[in-house]
């Protein structure tokens, strides 16, 4: 038997330390927080994608009583970019949180359903998506997904 490693880099950063066009992406991430529809959980969750051609798109999640209906802030902003957009790569991807009391102390990752659509869309551009993950503490800087979901499926595993 033998033993993979896989190890992941990822930046640490103080909101300050990021330059002001991250800083202005994590903002409109910060206040689509606002929009969400989280009458359930009362988690309200923020996406803010920068495109090639410079348009940020925003998204919220969205929840449903029957909760496997409601969907993602991050894939509901992907899914916007692409069908609007189909022809500009995301390049960079900020994600905030919030409780009804306050934003997250730390930063949370996107879940497995929205790292896979994540994943498909750095496939259909062919182009890395960076992640800024906000918290009230640090924000972390993900250079792409595979740092994130390193053993990932897409169609090179189908054939």
């Known amino acids: 038997m033998k033993d993979l490693t896989i190890t992941a880099t990822i930046g640490v950063y103080q909101l300050n330390e990021l330059n002001t066009a991250d800083q202005e992406l994590l903002q409109a991430a910060i206040e689509a927080t606002n929009r969400s529809y989280a009458p359930y959980s009362k988690f309200s969750v ?58 997250i102390t730390v930063p949370i990752p996107p879940c497995g359903a929205c790292r896979q659509v994540i994943l498909e869309t750095e496939k259909r551009y062919n182009c890395p998506i960076r992640i ?28």
């Open 46 to 103: 923020g996406a803010a994608a920068l495109l090639a051609n410079g348009i940020v798109i925003t998204g919220t999640n969205q929840e449903n009583a029957a909760y496997p209906s409601g969907l993602c802030a991050e894939r509901t902003t992907l899914f916007y970019a692409n069908s609007q957009y189909p022809d500009q790569a995301v390049v960079t991807l900020a994600i905030a949180a919030r409780t009804e009391a306050d934003f």
């Open 132 to 159: 800024l993950l906000y918290g009230k503490e640090c924000i972390y800087e993900v250079k792409g997904i595979g740092d994130l979901l390193p053993l990932s499926f897409d169609a090179s595993a189908m054939q």
